[in-house]
Antibody, heavy 120, light 107 residues
């Protein structure tokens, strides 16, 4: 069973860039059968997809966040990353990384989540 | 694209819980469901409308009609108390869409 683990600063100042990394426990990043996604959840609210990066390096971003998001992956390190620029308090949330099945676009494995707070 | 779920559903212990997810022509999409217990990450419980991942009991099932997807949990247990989310891929907006979530309470 693959395991995913988010890491990065828990506190980011307004207007700065939120950066997170997800470490993947096995070699599934080398497979085109999977995409690698970020999803966030503000406290007490629902889930919001941020975007995905494919094993090829191609990316798709949610239209609502597209202008501020960049994702990449490093298969040699078994890691993929998220950068979200110009953050505000509205970006405060738990950020999850997840493995997405490419054929049917569902998330079969999730990290435990990383709390990120935007505050000065 | 919007997915509408009831905010809450209550079910008596041992009875059947039904959680709906409404969306325009949702029957034409693949619908997936996640269970999220308090303080934990979501877990996939149904994918492609009605398929169960390994480890999910047979009493959890999914179905889809033209405009409504349904998650059914038979013989509800205290451990089923969770938030449940439906999810689809919207090919028009190129976006993953989640329903707002339903809190299931087992009485």
């Amino acid at each position: 069973q693959v395991q995913l683990q988010e890491s990065g600063p828990g506190l980011v100042k307004p207007s700065q860039t939120l950066s997170l990394t997800c470490s993947v426990s096995d070699d599934s990043m080398n497979s085109g059968a999977y995409y690698w996604s970020w999803i966030r959840q503000p406290a007490g609210k629902g889930l919001q997809w941020i975007g995905r990066v494919e094993s090829s390096g191609d990316t798709d971003y949610s239209p609502s966040l597209k202008s501020r998001v960049t994702m990449s992956l490093d298969k040699s390190k078994r890691q993929f990353s998220l950068n979200l620029t110009s953050v505000t308090a509205g970006d405060t949330a738990i950020y999850y990384c997840a493995r997405e099945m490419a054929a049917a676009l569902f998330f079969d494995s999730w990290g435990r989540g990383a709390q990120v707070t935007v505050s000065s | 694209y919007d997915l509408t779920q009831p905010l809450s559903v209550s079910v008596a212990l041992g009875q059947t819980a039904v959680i709906s997810c409404e969306g325009d022509n949702i029957g034409s999409k693949n619908v997936h469901w996640y269970q999220q217990k308090a303080g934990q990450a979501p877990v996939l419980v149904i994918y492609r409308d009605r398929r169960r991942p390994s480890g999910i009991p047979e009493r959890v099932s999914g179905s889809v009609s033209q405009n409504t997807a349904t998650l059914t949990i038979a013989r509800a247990q205290a451990g089923d108390e969770s938030d449940y989310y439906c999810q689809v891929w919207d090919a028009n907006t190129l976006d993953v869409v989640f329903g707002g979530g339903t809190k299931l309470t087992v009485l």
